[in-house]
């Protein structure tokens, strides 16, 4: 078997590099005298009888693939005509609103708006088609705060509406109004996720989600749809360069694969523009917190055939914590290519460079007593060090056989290499003394990730199809060389002393390497009846492979496995925009190592029922969802009672609760809600003291709230201000009768347009963001006594933007 994966990645990537080649062909031989084909119309079948406009609208939503809104009353008392048959998106919207006096036009993000202006007396008054659409893509941007489509919950561009799982999209422009400065602070409004405090989150995208850990590329962080990398230390993300991160929550390996039960967050890359995109930010903040941002897009040929993308950062920080910075420097390049309407390649590439010092965990005791204080920093600054240097680059190819087959194939390098050192937290005296242990890391990754998939639209008496089937490939390589024995000497807390270096033991390496390869096949069939009812079919077989070396022995081992798995899911779509769903998911991860027999461990399953409701207003950007499921991930590694040194597979974790989420943007108001309940606890292990305890981190209750509004209305144009409040209930610390203390944080934001002040000031705004507006002192715990940090302190932000 691991001969055969050895093998794969190269009849996989070159099929890939053969059909780009091929796809790209006809382009640059368009047949003399034709039309160019970037202007040839394609059609999509419609069948939206006369009803009701706000419910027609909503089917042509569906049926288009488009984001429809409109102005309050605008469709109120209007009925539609009827639209059968095939026409492109602009002649069928063009026919649903024959003779209701509604006009429409195309915002920048791709949104069809609909105004309704007053008719001269007496006259006819008929649609004014003012723009072409397109159609409206998952990485689309989105202005506000609500995506209507979204295709991580699917592999294809597909409405939240029609999706039969737990899906949460946070956009661009919420990234931007929350001033998130990591992905896991993007998702603080988002339910069912937690995480550790900013002081980890800043050197790793780690987060739970229904109660489970998503951690890297292997447990659920994507990228563009495709698997990151091996390493959740080498692959932390730069929010400034994402157009939107959706999360999918619950058992979701039908779609990408070995992930763990509780879902996987994509984030979305930012993509070139056809339209003149230029931003310029500087910014300065607590904590000596400097920045300069930049976000650039065009066309690079007169046609439009060529585009371009080009977003950097460069940051500069202290932190709350003494003799710990917090710096990054980020550049993205991306470059598209569409010769015709059918066909575009975008290629994608990054460089991240993230410094900054390990927050070493630190006692439950410790800090639920408050005799460490919250700036105390217990490395040594000549020492401690976290430098991290990661590249990407990657190809997007779409070809459009016609408007009912389309072929996609995409592919990214991925790298990353590492220095992290730091002294650890053992024992605190009674007079503050601390004594501390040391760790030295140096590590690389690298991984390369391919995915080809085929995509047919057909019908079968009163059945529409769209069915997806593909073949991807991952393969990762992770070094990690530890070094953890030698001599630290002691500080004082109350008194630190620093100066006194650690000597490292470098002759004891408790390193390992670790290779992978994973290859999936998958299918998956989106059956719509009577353009009511949505019936989603999945299933994948996926074969995985994984080498693991001791550096300290030289001991080596290799695992094969395989699993088969599947989704059911069933949604009816109601005229007024209700969207009830079930489903039924599945989930698979591979188990590393071998019992005391010898016998390797077959991977762990996740199994997940989940009942839902969505609600879309017609015309409106506004969406609520709520779900409740139940998730059971059996086959975990315990402790094995006869010899303490190795595991058996006897152990279950069960995770049940409910979620609610509202988001989107009414007039000048825009807002994010969400409430979730989570009881993730194990159900079934071999230790007595451990059956029943929660899971560590994830609270039972935890709740969100953002808004903001434009003043304009009341007479103080250019002016919005915003807020948010988040509480996060008690957590479970295993080994203490009290839980980690609950807490709520308070956020605010404050932006003005300054070409309200002048007009040479055109598209300049200066924005204030605070976080932890009270000052609330908190901590968060992530596994067991020893594995808790303080949050941040209030911090404020103020940042200079130009936009031309």
């Excluded at 394609?42 to 288009?64: C, D, K, M, V, W």
């Excluded at 708006?113 to 006819?124: D, F, H, V």
């Excluded at 709740?703 to 003043?711: E, F, I, K, P, T």
Aim: charge should be neutral; aromatic fraction near 10%.
């Amino acid at each position: 078997m691991t001969g055969i994966f050895h093998r794969r990645p190269g009849w996989l990537l070159a099929g890939t590099a053969l059909t780009a080649i091929t796809l790209s062909l006809p382009a640059a031989a368009q047949r003399p005298g034709s039309a160019p084909a970037a202007t040839r119309p394609t059609g999509r079948a419609f069948e939206i009888p006369a009803q009701p406009l706000a419910s027609a609208l909503n089917a042509y939503g569906r049926q288009s693939g488009l984001q429809v809104t409109a102005e309050a009353g605008v469709v109120a008392g209007l009925s539609s005509q009827p639209v059968s048959g095939t026409f492109t998106t602009e002649e069928a919207l063009h026919r649903l609103l024959a003779g209701t006096g509604v006009t429409w036009h195309v915002t920048g993000d791709g949104t069809v708006m609909l105004t309704r202006p007053p008719a001269p007396s007496g006259a006819l008054a008929v649609p004014e088609v003012n723009v072409t659409a397109g159609r409206l893509r998952s990485w689309s941007p989105v202005r506000g705060y609500a995506a209507m489509i979204g295709a991580a919950g699917t592999r294809t561009d597909t409405p939240l509406l029609e999706t039969p799982q737990s899906v949460s999209i946070v956009t661009a422009d919420q990234i931007r109004a929350t001033d998130s400065s990591s992905v896991t602070e993007a998702l603080a409004y988002t339910p069912g996720l937690a995480a550790q405090a900013s002081t980890y989150s800043r050197m790793a995208d780690d987060l739970m989600i229904r109660g489970f850990n998503v951690a890297d590329g292997y447990s659920g962080i994507l990228r563009d749809g495709m698997r990151l990398g091996p390493n959740v230390y080498g692959t932390v993300q730069e929010p400034y360069g994402l157009e939107r991160v959706e999360v999918v929550r619950g058992a979701a390996s039908v779609l990408y694969g070995q992930l763990t039960p509780g879902g996987l967050v994509n984030t979305v890359s930012k993509r070139p523009t056809d339209e003149p995109l230029h931003e310029l930010n500087i910014g300065y903040g607590s904590y000596n917190r400097r920045f300069i941002s930049g976000d650039f897009g065009d066309r690079l040929t007169e046609d439009g055939t060529v585009t371009y993308r080009l977003t950097g950062l460069w940051r500069d920080a202290d932190s709350w914590i003494d003799h710990t910075e917090d710096n990054r420097r980020y550049i993205a390049p991306a470059i598209t290519w569409r010769p015709t309407q059918d066909t575009s390649l975008t290629l994608l590439a990054s460089y991240q460079r993230t410094e900054t010092q390990f927050s070493a965990p630190m006692p439950f005791a410790a800090l639920n007593s408050g005799t460490v204080p919250r700036d105390f920093f217990s490395g040594e600054p000549g020492f401690d060090r976290f430098q991290v240097d990661a590249y990407t680059a990657g190809y997007l190819l779409e070809h459009a056989f016609s408007d009912r087959v389309a072929f996609r194939s995409s592919a990214r390098y991925f790298t990353s290499t590492g220095r992290w050192d730091y002294l650890t937290f053992l024992s605190l005296a009674p007079n503050g003394t601390l004594s501390r242990g040391l760790s030295q890391r140096e590590e690389s990754s690298t991984g390369l990730v391919a995915d080809n998939s085929l995509e047919l639209r057909f019908d079968t008496g009163p059945a529409s199809h769209t069915l997806l089937a593909g073949v991807d490939y991952f393969t990762a390589r992770y070094n990690s060389h530890r070094y953890t024995t030698g001599t630290a000497y002691p500080i004082n807390v109350n008194n630190p002393v620093y100066g006194r270096l650690p000597i490292v033991n470098r002759a004891a390496d408790r390193g390992s390497r670790v290779n992978g390869d994973q290859v999936g096949i998958y299918a998956q069939d989106q059956i719509r009846l009577f353009d009511r009812l949505v019936l989603t079919l999945g299933g994948r077989y996926d074969w995985s492979s994984r080498e693991t070396e001791i550096f300290r022995t030289g001991q080596r081992s290799s695992q094969d496995d395989s699993a088969f798995t599947s989704r059911v899911g069933l949604v009816y779509l109601f005229d007024s925009g209700f969207a009830p769903y079930v489903s039924f998911s599945q989930s698979f991860a591979p188990n590393i190592g071998s019992d005391r027999n010898g016998g390797a461990f077959s991977p762990t399953r996740g199994t997940q029922y989940e009942v839902g409701l969505r609600y879309q207003p017609p015309g409106t950007s506004l969406l609520f969802s709520a779900a409740a499921y139940q998730l059971t991930q059996q086959d975990a590694l315990v402790t094995d009672l006869v010899d303490p040194n190795y595991q058996v597979q006897a152990g279950e974790v069960r995770s049940r609760g409910f979620e609610l989420e509202a988001r989107g943007d009414i007039g000048p108001f825009g807002f994010v809600a969400s409430y979730s309940y989570t009881d993730a606890r194990t159900t079934e292990t071999t230790v007595a003291a451990q059956r029943g305890q929660r899971v560590p981190l994830v609270p039972y209750n935890t709740a969100a709230l953002w808004g903001d509004v434009r003043l304009d209305g009341i007479g103080l144009p250019g002016l919005k201000i915003g807020g948010g409040v988040r509480f996060v209930g008690a957590a479970n610390v295993p080994g203490f009768s009290r839980d980690t203390p609950s807490y709520v944080l308070a956020d605010a934001m404050v932006r003005y347009d300054l070409d309200h002040l002048a007009p040479s000031l055109r598209g300049t705004s200066i924005t204030i963001n605070a976080h932890n507006l009270f000052g609330e002192k908190y901590f968060t715990c992530a596994g067991d006594s020893g594995g808790c940090r303080y949050g941040a302190p209030r911090t404020v932000l103020a940042t200079l933007s130009y936009r031309w």
